[in-house]
C-alpha cells in the first residue's frame, strides 16, 4: 500500500540530495584526510595528495589502543541500552497504558531530568558511586547512563496510550499475566517507536563525554570520547591522530547503520503492526 | 515460555544485587587496609593484603589529561625510572586529571595521593592550601640545591613548599616562516620599528603578517602576553610591588601597541572569526608569515616540515625581554589525605632531580632552566635565546586580584576582546586593569 | 499483596523509577541545597538563605548576563520550534513515501549524530576555515574570492551559528522519531485517505500531521527543553566567557561560567561565591524550564484527553 503514497517531488529532491552530499562530502573529506601522514596535512592540508597510506591507522590500532577504547564504549553502550529500553518501555507502558492518579504528574517527574546541568549534581552521584565501590568501572557509567530516562519515557507513553485496548483484552483473555502481554503484545507493536528510541539513545550514549571523564580513571577503562579529546586536546600536534580517531569513531557504525537500519525499521514496522 | 521470562528477570536482579554486595564488601576492605581511597576495588585488596605483609604500597598519582598525548611517553619513561629504584612502590599513573575531575575529587574530599599543580600562576593551589588539601613539604628534605628563588616561589605559599619544583620555561616567541620572510627581504628584526616596518611589508604583498586566534580566549592573548615584559617590565615590577599603578604610559603604550596591530590589519582579514586551529593552518600553510605562540607548541611547527624560525619580539631599544613562567609538566604535589606521605614524597624527589627531567626534555623539547638539563636540539636552544626574563602579565595581574577582584581574568575575558575590536584605546585598557586590580599597601 | 496485585502498573513503574530517581533526581536536590549557601567551591559553606537569588536579580553586572543569556536561549529555541521541527516533519514524510533513495537520505541526515562535538566544530574548521576551508577554495573557484570569510565564527552572526551547528546536527533526531511515529499510523487510516483522492501534500496536513499531533507537541516540549539547556556549541564557540560581547552567550553557559569558570570580572561577590551563585542560575534556569514545561504538558495532554 504505501507505494502508492510514491509522487514526484522534484524540488524535494532537490533539496534532500543538495544536504545530503554536503553532510557526504565532510565525512568523505574526514575520511580522506586520515589517510595522509601527518607533515602532509599541516604543510600542504589543501594541496594534491602526495602519500596516502595507511600509517595513520597502523599507529590508532596498534599504538593507541583503540580496541580497547572501543570495547568499554560499546561494553556501556549495550549494558545501559538494554537497561534503558527495557526500563523505559516498562515506565511508559506503566504510565500510558493504566489509569490512576496523577498520571500527568508521574511524566512531569520523568522530565526533571533534563532540566538540570549534570555538572552540578555530579558530587552526590560521585559518592553514590563511591560506596557501592564502583569508582574506575564501567558499570559505573552505565548505570549513571541508564537513570537517563527522561526522553524515551516521555516520546514512548503516548505511544503505549494510543494502542488499541483489544489486543490487551484478547491476551488477558488468553490467561496471559501483565508481564506476557507487555513482552508479546504490546512490546512488539510499539516497535517502530522503540526503535527511533534506541536509535537517539545510542548515539547518546556513544557520544557521552563528561560521566566517563569523572568516574573512569585509568586508561584501560577509558572510552572513545576520551581518547578522541586526547587527540582534539592538542589538534595540531595531533591530528593525524584526531583525523583517524574521528573517523574510526564515526564512518564504521554509519555504514552499519546505512546497510541495516532500512531493513530493521521494516522488519519491525511490517511485523507489528499485523500484530 | 513465560516461566522463564520470570527465570531471567529474577537472574538478573539476583546478579545486580550480589555485585552491588561483592563491590560493597570490597569496599569495606578497602577502607580496612589501605590508602588511596579512589583505588579500584581489585588493586585496593592486594594493596591491603600486601602492606599489612610489609613494605609494598600503591601511589594514585593524577597526570594532566589536557597534555595527555605530549605526557604520555616521558612518564612512561620516568615512571619505569622510579620502579627501577623503588621496587615495592607501584605507581598507578592516570592521565584522570582536569578541572572538572579535580573540582569533583576536592568536593568529594577523594583527591589521589599526588597530583600536578600550577604552583603561583594561579590561585588554585593558595585555594587549595587553604583548605589544609595539600601537604606541606617545607620541613621534609626535598633537595633544593639545583633552584634558584624564583623556582621556589612557584611552589610555595605563605612561605611553605607544596609541590615539586619546575625546570622548564614556558614563554611566547615569534615563529616565522624563513621561506616568506627571505622572499619579502626581511630578517630577524632587530627592534620594535623594523618588527613592524616588516609587517607593513608583507601586508602590502598580500601575506597575513601574523596570524591571530581571535576566537580563543588564550591563545589571542599571546601577543600581549610577549608585548608585555618587552615594553613594560619595569613598570610591571613596580606595579606589583605597589609601588607603581597599572595607568603607567608603557603599560598604556604597550595595549595601544597591540591595537594598533589589529587596526592596521597586521592580523589578517576576519581574525576575529578564527581559532587556535584555523591561526595554526595558515601559519603552516604559508597563508600567514608568523605566529607568536608559545614554546610548548615548538614539536608542531617543527612536525609540519616547513621552514621554521624563531625570535622573541624585541623592544624599541632592541631588547628582547621575555615573558617567562615555568611548566607545570612536572609539579606535583602531595594530598594530606594520603596514607603513603613518604613514599609520595620519594616521587616528588625523582621529579625535582636530573634524570627524570632529562628525560622529560628528550621527549618534549621544553626550554630547561636549569643548565644540567642538554637541550633536546637546536631549535630548543634557539627559543632560549633572549636578553632578560621578564615577567609574566598574568602572574602579576593574577598577584593584583583578591577574590572579589580578579584583574587577570579581566585582562583575558573584558580588555583583550575590547582592544582587538579597537572598542577601547591603550589608556583606557590599563585604566579598566588599574580599577580591577588591588595593590599591596606599601 | 493484593493493593498491589490491583496496582500493576507499579510493577512496571517502580525499576526505572528507583533507578531515575536515584541518579537522576536525587543529585538535584543536593544541589538546590547547595543555592541557598555562600560556597567557593572547596571551602566552608556559609548557609545565607535566598540572598544568592535576591544578588543574581539585583547585581546589574549579573543580571545583565542573565538577560543576554536568557535571551538567546529563547532565540535558539524559537528558531527550532519554528524552523527545525517544521523541517523535521517534512523531512519525515519525504522518507516516510519512500523517496528515491531515501535509506541514503536517512543515514545522512542523521550522520552527524555519530560525530562528537568536538570533532564536529574541527570539522567546521576544515570545510569553513578562510584560509584552508574547502567552502572558501570553493569560492575562488568561482571567481568569488572576495566572498571568503571564516564562515565558523564570524562575531556579528553571534548566536546564530550556534543555531546552525544544532540544527545541523540535531535534524535527524526529531526526524527519525516523526518517522517512527508515521509508521505506527494504520493502514486503515491511510488506505481511506487514498480513496479520498487526497493530494499528496493534502495527505501530510490532512492525515498525517492530525495523526502524529501527541508527537508533535511532545517534540515541540523536547525541543523546548533542549533549546534552554543548550551548552556544548556554545562553549566550543566561544569559550566560558561566551565569545566576544558574550555573543553567543547561553544560560547553561552562564552557569558554567559562574560555577567553573574565572568569573570575576562579571563584578560582584562570585568568586568567593562561585559554587552558590552557580547553583542558583542553574535553579533559576531550572524553574524557569519546568513551569513553561508544566504548561505545556498540561495544555497539550487536556487536548489530547479530549
Known amino acids: 500500500m504505501k507505494t502508492i503514497l510514491k509522487k514526484k517531488t522534484p524540488i524535494s529532491a532537490a533539496i534532500l540530495w543538495v544536504y545530503s552530499l554536503f553532510t557526504l562530502f565532510v565525512l568523505v573529506y574526514m575520511t580522506y584526510q586520515a589517510f595522509r601522514p601527518k ?45 534503558v529500553v527495557m526500563l523505559s518501555t516498562m515506565v511508559a507502558y506503566g504510565i500510558g497504558k493504566f489509569n490512576f492518579k496523577f498520571k500527568s504528574g ?55 496510550a494510543k494502542l488499541p485496548n483489544d489486543l490487551y483484552e484478547s491476551a488477558k483473555i488468553d490467561g496471559a499475566g501483565e508481564w506476557t502481554t507487555f513482552i508479546r503484545v504490546m512490546f512488539p507493536l510499539a516497535s517502530p517507536v522503540t526503535f527511533s528510541v534506541c536509535i537517539i539513545m545510542s548515539m547518546q550514549i556513544w557520544n557521552q563525554f563528561f560521566v566517563p571523564l569523572i568516574f573512569l580513571q585509568s586508561e584501560a577503562k577509558k572510552t572513545i570520547p576520551l581518547m578522541i579529546m586526547k587527540f582534539t586536546n592538542n589538534v595540531l600536534y595531533n591530528m593525524d591522530m584526531a583525523m583517524v580517531g574521528s573517523v574510526m569513531a564515526t564512518v564504521p557504525l554509519l555504514i552499519l547503520f546505512f546497510f541495516f537500519s532500512g531493513r530493521i525499521v521494516e522488519g519491525v514496522a511490517t511485523g507489528g503492526v499485523k500484530g | 515460555m513465560l516461566r522463564t521470562r520470570k527465570l531471567y528477570v529474577l537472574l538478573a536482579i539476583t546478579a545486580m544485587l550480589a555485585l552491588t554486595l561483592q563491590a560493597c564488601g570490597g569496599k569495606n576492605d578497602n577502607n580496612a587496609g589501605s590508602s588511596s581511597p579512589a583505588a579500584s576495588t581489585n588493586s585496593a585488596n592486594t594493596d591491603a593484603g600486601a602492606s599489612s ?20 611517553e616521558p612518564f612512561k619513561k620516568i615512571n619505569a625510572a622510579f620502579a627501577a629504584k623503588y621496587p615495592n612502590i607501584k605507581i598507578e599513573y592516570d592521565f584522570a586529571q582536569n578541572d572538572q575531575s579535580l573540582n569533583v575529587a576536592l568536593q568529594a574530599n577523594e583527591l589521589p595521593d599526588l597530583f600536578w599543580v600550577q604552583g603561583d600562576k594561579t590561585s588554585k593551589m593558595s585555594e587549595m592550601v587553604k583548605n589544609g588539601f595539600l601537604l606541606d613539604l617545607t620541613s621534609r628534605n626535598l633537595d ?111 595595549f595601544q601597541s597591540f591595537r594598533d596591530l589589529a587596526e592596521k590589519g597586521y592580523f589578517g582579514k576576519d581574525f576575529l572569526a578564527q581559532d587556535m586551529a584555523g591561526a595554526q593552518f595558515a601559519f603552516t600553510n604559508g597563508k600567514a608569515a608568523a605566529i607568536i605562540d608559545g614554546t610548548w607548541d615548538n614539536s608542531t611547527y617543527v612536525a609540519s616540515g616547513m621552514n621554521l624560525g624563531r625570535f622573541p619580539i624585541p623592544n624599541k631599544d632592541g631588547k628582547r625581554i621575555v615573558q617567562s613562567s615555568y611548566s607545570n609538566f612536572m609539579t606535583y604535589a602531595i594530598a594530606s589525605k594520603s596514607q603513603h606521605p613518604e613514599e609520595a614524597l620519594k ?96 | 499483596m493484593s493493593w498491589i496485585r ?70 535558539i529555541f524559537a528558531l527550532n520550534a519554528l524552523v527545525v521541527l517544521p523541517a523535521q516533519l517534512y523531512l519525515a514524510y519525504l522518507l ?130 533542549f533549546a534552554m539547556t543548550l551548552f556544548d556549541f556554545s562553549f566550543i564557540l566561544g569559550g566560558a566567557s561566551g565569545g566576544i560581547n558574550r555573543s553567543v552567550d547561553v544560560m547553561a553557559l552562564f552557569f558554567y561560567r559562574i560555577s567553573f569558570g574565572d568569573n570575576s570580572s562579571v563584578g560582584g561577590t562570585t568568586n568567593v561565591n562561585a559554587m552558590g551563585m552557580g547553583t542558583t542560575i542553574a535553579c533559576v534556569m531550572f524553574l524557569i524550564v519546568f513551569v513553561v514545561a508544566l504548561l505545556q504538558v498540561f495544555v497539550s495532554y487536556r487536548r489530547t484527553e479530549d
Open chain 1, 39 to 83: 607533515k602532509d596535512l599541516l604543510s600542504a592540508t589543501f594541496a594534491f595528495p602526495k602519500h596516502l597510506g595507511f600509517g595513520n591507522f597502523r599507529k590508532l590500532f596498534v599504538d593507541a589502543g583503540f580496541f580497547t577504547y572501543l570495547f568499554n564504549s560499546a561494553l556501556i553502550l549495550f549494558g545501559a541500552l538494554f537497561l
Open chain 1, 106 to 160: 508521574i511524566l512531569l517527574y520523568f522530565l526533571i531530568g533534563l532540566m538540570f546541568p549534570v555538572q552540578l549534581g555530579i558530587v552526590p552521584i560521585f559518592l553514590l558511586i563511591r560506596d557501592l565501590g564502583l569508582l574506575n568501572n564501567q558499570l559505573s557509567v552505565v548505570l549513571v547512563l541508564a537513570s537517563g530516562l527522561s526522553m524515551p519515557v516521555f516520546l514512548l507513553t503516548t505511544f503505549f
Open chain 2, 53 to 72: 605483609g610489609g613494605g609494598n604500597v600503591t601511589l594514585k598519582v593524577w597526570g594532566d589529561l589536557g597534555n595527555q598525548a605530549v605526557l604520555e
Open chain 2, 144 to 254: 633544593l640545591s639545583r633552584y634558584d628563588d624564583s623556582q621556589k616561589t612557584y611552589c610555595t605559599i605563605d612561605g611553605k613548599i607544596y609541590c615539586s619544583l619546575p625546570s622548564f620555561f614556558d614563554t611566547n616567541v615569534v615563529y616565522y616562516n624563513k621561506d616568506i620572510y627571505e622572499k619579502n627581504g626581511l630578517t630577524v628584526p632587530k627592534n620594535w620599528d623594523e618588527f613592524v616596518q616588516g609587517l607593513a611589508k608583507l601586508k602590502d604583498a598580500g601575506v597575513t603578517p601574523i596570524a591571530l586566534a581571535g576566537k580563543s580566549e588564550w591563545d589571542r592573548a599571546w601577543p600581549v602576553f610577549a608585548l608585555a615584559p618587552a615594553f613594560s617590565n619595569d613598570a610591571l615590577k613596580a606595579a606589583q610591588a605597589g609601588t607603581g599603578k597599572l595607568t603607567d604610559p608603557s603599560i598604556a603604550g604597550m
Open chain 2, 347 to 442: 616521587y616528588l624527589e625523582l621529579l625535582s632531580g636530573q634524570e627524570a627531567q632529562q628525560i622529560m626534555e628528550d621527549f618534549t623539547g621544553l626550554v630547561p632552566t636549569i643548565k644540567d638539563i642538554t637541550p633536546k636540539d637546536e631549535g630548543v636552544k634557539e627559543l632560549g635565546v633572549f636578553d632578560e626574563a621578564g615577567l609574566n602579565i598574568y602572574s602579576v595581574l593574577t598577584a593584583l586580584s583578591t577574590t572579589d577582584s580578579n584583574a587577570a581574568d579581566t585582562m583575558m575575558k573584558d580588555v583583550i576582546p575590547k582592544l582587538m575590536t579597537l572598542a577601547i584605546t591603550g589608556e583606557e585598557a590599563a585604566a579598566i586593569l588599574d580599577k580591577a586590580a588591588v595593590y599591596p599597601s606599601k
Open chain 3, 6 to 75: 490491583s496496582k500493576p502498573f507499579l510493577w512496571f513503574i517502580l525499576p526505572g523509577f528507583v533507578l531515575y530517581s536515584l541518579f537522576s533526581v536525587y543529585p538535584i536536590f543536593s544541589a538546590v541545597q547547595i543555592s541557598l549557601n555562600k560556597w567557593d567551591g572547596i571551602g566552608k559553606k556559609t548557609f545565607v538563605g535566598f540572598d544568592n537569588y535576591v544578588e543574581l536579580f539585583s547585581n546589574p553586572a549579573l543580571f545583565d548576563q542573565l538577560k543576554n543569556a536568557l535571551g538567546h536561549s529563547v532565540t
Open chain 3, 96 to 225: 516516510y513515501s519512500k523517496i528515491r533513495g531515501h535509506r541514503f537520505f536517512q543515514a545522512m541526515i542523521f550522520s552527524p549524530q555519530f560525530i562528537a562535538t568536538p570533532v564536529i566544530a574541527f570539522m567546521g574548521t576544515l570545510v569553513f576555515d578562510g584560509n584552508i576551508g574547502v567552502f572558501n577554495k570553493v569560492l575562488e573557484a568561482f571567481g568569488l574570492g572576495e566572498w571568503t570569510r571564516p564562515w565558523m565564527g564570524i562575531p556579528e552572526f553571534g548566536i546564530y551559528i550556534v543555531w546552525l551547528l544544532v540544527a545541523w546536527s540535531g535534524i535527524g533526531v526529531g526526524m527519525i522519531f516523526f518517522l517512527g511515529a508515521m509508521k505506527m499510523i494504520s493502514n486503515e487510516v491511510i488506505e481511506a485517505a487514498l480513496l479520498d483522492g487526497a493530494s499528496y501534500w493534502g495527505r501530510f496536513f490532512r492525515i498525517v500531521l492530525p495523526q502524529i499531533k501527541t508527537t508533535i507537541l511532545n517534540m515541540l516540549i523536547l525541543t523546548y527543553i
